[in-house]
């Protein structure tokens, strides 16, 4: 391998300009003191862009640094749904980051360098890779979780993020550990050519997998080890919680997809029925749960917990055919795009109404803002996976791998638990359309211009991708 092929620093340019961007503002927040606040939002945006422009271009593609990160086309799909997360937040979550005082400069500093994280993350080759961009997506969350210090809430959901998050960190390592003690490496290249000739039945093996099981199954909140998430999701800031829950999560199932699919692949046999039997138990604690929830933020948290058990069934497929991981990676931009909207919209719809998250908030919207009810009504349709939009797209592929690959069973439960979540979504699209606002409460107004912008544009994209799924298919068209 040549010099040039072993180290190709081309392929991390993305990264590398998210991190320098993060750097600049930490620089001129030091120098300027704090005069210069709208500059970080510029500095965010721009170096976010370039950092998306740079992802498709010819350059970032192949191994890098002897095959510890490799740009495919599984980490530039994980890697465009951040970066476009990135960007909604930007450009929406000004008028929230004003209006709760949120630290300019610390708050953009650290979601460029979670960024940098989850690209490590999404295109990791290599197990002590994927480890880092854990870590370093991992601390930037924790830091961002407490950015409100001065609330009580802020601070709790820090900590329980930073304990559980360090609990489940311990359960990778070790699982990681005992994987390369049986395979003698910690390329995911490596372990997986070493299976096809190593007994996949050895107790070495099987422990390291389930503890690593363990350890994606925290940061992708899925069923048994999913507590922290409704607290941690309803304690931090909204503009945090959308990064949490969208491109931490996308970033979590692609590097989760990276590990099992191709290299742990062989050894389905030890892990498939384990992670069939989570995503059952994700998709029904998450939904029912989510029936009698009165707070808007919690609902969309334990929607969230469901979410992940429909994603789990795509890993599940692709532990039997490695094809089935593009239902996964087609389902995660519409996921991000529709929580990101509808969390910015939530926030900024009920912090009129005294800024509680009640569901009770929403009643009278479509009277006074038509449009946004209209926004509202188009994301809870998309979560709800009703047609045309893409969320019905993304459940349909999702479900079709589980029958393809003999899950019916489960495929039926995805099914049924999708129309349980019906209720709870077309909860809030009636209390905004055929509900009148209560007396004593103020009228609606219209949001800031970027975030309505940014919603704008994402619900019309889900509208898009529902009628035209091809649109981003092709983005995930060699990865198998």
Avoid at 451 to 457: C, I, K, P
Wanted: aromatic share 12%; with cysteine; glycine share 10%.
């Amino acid at each position: 391998m040549s010099e040039s092929s072993s180290f190709n620093t081309l392929s991390l340019l993305p990264e590398i300009v998210l991190a320098l961007a993060g750097l600049l503002i930490l620089m001129v927040n030091a120098f300027s003191h704090d005069r210069a606040r709208a500059s970080y939002r510029w500095i965010a945006g721009l170096g976010s862009l370039v950092a998306l422009l740079l992802c498709f271009q010819p350059l970032a593609t192949g191994d890098a640094f002897m095959g510890t990160a490799v740009m495919d086309g599984l980490a530039l799909a994980g890697s465009a749904v951040v970066l476009v997360v990135l960007l909604l937040l930007v450009i929406g979550g000004e008028d929230y980051l004003r209006t709760r005082r949120v630290p300019l400069a610390e708050y953009h500093s650290l979601s460029l360098f979670a960024a940098v994280g989850m690209l490590a993350l999404c295109s990791a080759g290599d197990l002590v890779v994927v480890f880092l961009g854990i870590e370093i997506l991992s601390i930037s969350l924790y830091c961002m979780a407490a950015l409100l210090n001065e609330r009580e809430g802020s601070r709790e959901a820090a900590l329980k993020y930073f304990l559980t998050g360090s609990f489940a960190s311990g359960f990778l390592l070790f699982g990681m550990a005992l994987v390369f003690g049986y395979t003698g490496s910690t390329s995911l290249t490596v372990i997986g050519e070493s299976l096809q000739r190593l007994d996949t039945s050895n107790w070495m093996l099987i422990g390291g997998i389930l503890l690593m099981l363990v350890g994606f199954l925290f940061k992708v909140s899925a069923v048994p080890f999913h507590n922290w998430a409704p607290d941690v999701y309803e304690g931090s800031p909204t503009v945090v919680t959308v990064f949490m829950s969208t491109a931490a999560k996308a970033a979590a199932f692609t590097g989760f997809a990276r590990v099992f699919v191709p290299a742990l692949g062989e050894a389905s046999a030890s892990w498939v029925p384990m992670l069939a039997f989570c995503a059952g138990l994700t998709m029904l604690v998450g939904n029912f749960t989510a029936l009698v929830q009165t707070s808007f933020k919690r609902m969309l948290a334990w929607s969230g917990v469901a979410h992940a058990g429909y994603l789990l069934l795509g890993i599940m497929a692709a532990g039997d055919n490695a094809l089935h991981v593009r239902s996964v990676l087609f389902y995660l931009l519409p996921y991000a795009l529709i929580n990101g909207v509808l969390f910015l919209l939530g926030a900024a719809i009920t912090r009129q109404r005294g800024g509680e998250y009640d569901l009770d908030d929403f009643k009278g919207l479509a009277a006074d803002q038509p449009w946004l009810a209209i926004l509202m009504t188009v994301c809870l349709l998309a979560l709800a996976g009703i047609p045309p939009t893409a969320g019905f797209v993304g459940k349909f592929y999702l479900f079709m791998g589980a029958v393809e690959t003999g899950h019916v069973s489960l495929a039926v439960l995805g099914l049924l638990t999708s129309v349980v979540s019906v209720y709870f979504y077309l909860r809030v699209v009636v209390f905004a359309w055929f509900h009148r606002s209560p007396s004593g409460k103020p009228a609606f107004t219209r949001p800031d211009g970027g975030l309505m912008f940014v919603t704008t544009v994402a619900s019309g994209l889900l509208l898009a991708l529902g009628i035209w799924p091809n649109l981003w298919l092709f983005m995930t068209q060699n990865i198998g």
